[in-house]
């Protein structure tokens, strides 16, 4: 019996040794395997394109960092992006995406909407609190408690960023040279409201300023570009746009069915997002919505956020990211053209967040104007959160 005994004990110290290794590298292993930066060479980087680069306002719609356990506020040796490598690239706004639910097996094309979900098992691996391991809500609002506490670690360096009149106050530090990040806070799809209309406002109590509709699979709101109904707006769908423009929350139509997307643009009577996207005449395939879509979206007076991975853009080297901006900007105009980068969302890339000087040399080199360059790098993100963030908190 005493051997027995002994023997549970041994098995139990092993387990409780393994599950402790695995909180240890489990997480670091798994980022680097899924948010990469393809080896290259310095990007150079002429004496114009960096004096330019530091001058101008640059704003970035997309960023799936809070997903991860490392901290922010160190540069780290994985991922695309901290608040070290924002301000190394001059980045003055930022939108920190909260993922919160990935199908197993997920692709462009058909996602089943009860596939098992990875965040799940990322959540519990990561050591994040039990409450999220069973409510996507919960995993939304863990996330804006983790990006409250890089801001509470580093006030000077980054400020969550809720009302017009905050972005202001960043906008009023940067001009006195001080690298202050404007972060805000959106959602990877509106199935973080775990079905229910009082989480739009649960969330916008929490800080969140732009809310997605889909991630990769149909939700109560409707159909996702990438599930299996091609469904338009849900009667709940509608209810809960009704309530994000009530509240003042940006609607970002990223991965929503073409149908859905008809359906907001019906409904709404503020401009949307595209938060991360290509264009499909650039870039044709699953991933992009048609151009005409497109052309309705920056109509109403919408932002298209171009990406930097192959599903958005095709082929990622910097020069053909920039190919993918001047075709947005011949096909919609240079107001409507922002940068959403999907920055740590499980992506490849040719460059990351510090290195975001090598697109004003690629631009220069294409021949963009100077004024062409500010108002896509960050100047049209500033213009519509200024017009479209609540007043004041």
Known sequence: MKIIKNSLIALLLLLLIAA?????????????????????????????????????????????????????????????????????????????????????????????????????????????????WNSLAERALYQAERLQAVVDDNPEAIRLVRSQEDLQEVLQQRAKGQQQVAALLGTEGSHALDGKIENVERLYNAGFRMMGLHHFFDNKLGGSLHGTSAAGLSEFGREAVQEMERLGIIVDLAHSSEAVVRDVLALVTRPVVVSHTGLHGHCPGPRNISDELMQEIAQQGGLIAIGYWDGAVCEITPSNIVKAMRYGIELLGVEHIALGSDYDGSTEVQFDTSELAVLTEEMLKAGFSEGEIRAVMGENMKRFLLANLPAQD
């Open 20 to 132: 402790l290794l695995m909180r240890l590298f489990a997480p670091a292993a798994i980022e680097r395997e899924l948010n990469k930066v393809s080896p290259h060479e310095p990007w150079p980087i002429s004496a114009k394109a960096k004096s330019l680069h530091q001058d101008i306002l640059i704003g970035d719609w997309h960023s799936d960092s809070t997903l991860w356990a490392r901290d922010l506020n160190q540069w780290a040796d994985r991922g695309h992006m901290d608040v070290p490598r924002l301000q190394a690239g001059n980045v003055a706004m930022q939108m920190f995406t909260s993922v919160t639910k990935s199908p197993s097996g997920q692709n462009y094309d058909r996602n089943e909407t009860e596939a098992g979900d990875t965040i799940t098992l990322l959540a519990i691996i990561q050591g994040w609190p039990i409450r999220t």
